[in-house]
């Protein structure tokens, strides 16, 4: 059994050679970190020609953007690895195809996605995907209906949640969504210019009592196997084509986590446009990421709904009607996940280049409110929101 190290990039290769299963592997000579993630290595493997074959990437014994200060769990490189080679299972075309992983080295090898442009450098860009919302409401609908109890036997079911426990990440998650935000923390960062506006996420009680409630779902709803951190980062785009990435974060949770999650990095985006584009294309692109978040949400419920009524093995769960009412409870938990998401991604340690690369410092303030303000919204409103026609109209009113 190998013992764990910390992967030079000479390491990498050998490893490529002796684990990616490619008939040449003689010919990979030479490796490059790219690394540009909160927690990982991550190396592209060249050949002799300068092509990039495939990426390996390795888990840290600590948070690599904190530092040893922050030791974190190897098991992460396993759950990654198992979440991906799960959801490729269950979707294949939008999922990131794992060619092998170690557990005691905490590494994976996995195909090269360098063809394709992570998504959210493309919407800080202002380039549209116009195929990328569609697909991600399939990877969520697809992932999201197999692993759950409409398809999984009971028995299996309870197998898999206990093989995908993920007690540090889910903690880490827990903190920064839920805890961080609407308290004084060292890890928050934000404009100073925003202290009122972040003292008064703190004193807001309904505010409180409502994440106080997304958070206990999140600990306690098992809901289905989640990707758990399904942000724009976390997806190549390009050519046609969509593939999740990165799922060190994957437990068996509440579905809604995931939809939220997804949504709200598209309002990220929405809120950050006028800061990063001139004022006509920012409106377009506005307008596109509306859109985006409708049919993200329409492809997702549309094909759960197909998958329930065609699928469904338990005998309860696909009684007539009752997975609308479940579609109905998940748009809830959605609404208001994505609201988490915009302010821990704003008030919270991990921003986003969505609104971190605008250049004007006032104008980036003044999309960071927006942000934050959006996302109480959204918290508050998450129960009241009857359809995704609403949810968009709510943006609007308050965006
Ligand atoms: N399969 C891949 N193909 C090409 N590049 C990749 C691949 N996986 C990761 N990367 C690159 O590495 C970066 C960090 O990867 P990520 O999985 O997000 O790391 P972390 O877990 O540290 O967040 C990505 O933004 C991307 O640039
Ligand atoms: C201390 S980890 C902070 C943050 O980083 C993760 O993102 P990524 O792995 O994509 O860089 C995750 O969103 C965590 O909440």
């Known amino acids: 059994m190998a013992q ?8 990498a290769v050998e490893y490529a050679r002796q684990h990616a299963g490619l008939a040449d592997a003689q010919s990979l000579v030479d490796a490059q970190e790219v690394g540009d993630g909160n927690l990982n290595l991550v190396f592209r493997i060249f050949d002799r020609q300068g092509v990039s074959r495939v990426v390996v990437k390795q888990a840290l014994p600590y948070v690599r953007c904190v530092g040893e200060s922050w030791p974190l769990t190897l098991d992460r490189a396993r759950l990654e690895a198992e979440t991906l080679l ?13 060619l092998h992983y170690d557990a ?27 195929q990328a919302a569609a697909q991600l409401g399939r990877y969520l609908a697809q992932t999201l209906f197999y692993t759950s109890d409409f398809h999984q036997h009971p ?7 206990a093989r995908f426990i993920n007690p540090q990440m889910c903690e880490i998650t827990e903190d920064l969504f ?26 807001d009680d309904q505010l409180r009592t409502a994440v106080a409630a997304l958070k206990h779902a999140f600990f306690s709803h098992a809901e289905a196997l989640l990707h758990g951190d399904i942000h724009s980062g976390s997806i190549f785009v390009g050519d046609g084509q969509l593939k999740a990435i990165d799922a060190e974060f994957g437990y068996y949770g509440p579905i809604g986590f995931d939809v939220g999650t997804a949504i709200g990095n598209l309002l990220l985006n929405y809120c950050g446009l006028p800061g990063l584009l ?8 506005r307008e596109q990421r509306l859109q985006d978040v409708k049919i993200v949400w329409q492809q997702f419920a549309d094909q759960f709904l197909a998958l329930v009524a ?30 988490t998401e915009l302010i821990r991604r704003t008030v919270g340690m991990a921003h986003v280049a969505d609104l971190e690369d605008i250049a004007d410092d006032a104008m980036r303030d003044a999309c960071i409110e927006q942000a934050i303000n959006l996302g109480k919204v959204l918290i508050l409103a998450a129960h009241h929101v009857e359809n995704i026609d609403a949810l968009i109209a709510r943006i609007r009113q308050n965006g």
């Open 4 to 11: 764990y190290r910390t992967f030079t990039a000479a390491d």
């Open 86 to 98: 799960v959801h490729g299972q269950h979707c294949g075309e939008h999922t990131v195809k794992i």
């Open 104 to 130: 005691q080295l905490a590494v994976m090898v996995m195909e090269d996605l360098s063809n394709l442009h992570i998504w959210r450098r493309e919407l800080v860009q202002g380039h549209y995907h116009p």
């Open 155 to 161: 028995h299996e079911k309870k197998a898999q949640v």
């Open 178 to 203: 839920f805890n961080d935000p609407y308290q004084q923390h060292q890890r928050n960062s934000y404009p100073p210019a925003l202290e009122a506006t972040v003292a008064a996420l703190r004193d």
């Open 278 to 285: 001139p004022p006509r294309e920012a409106a377009d692109a």
């Open 310 to 339: 065609e699928k469904t093995r338990d005998y309860a769960l696909a009684w007539p009607g009752y997975a609308a009412q479940f579609l109905q409870k998940v748009l809830a938990d959605a609404i208001g996940y994505c609201g």
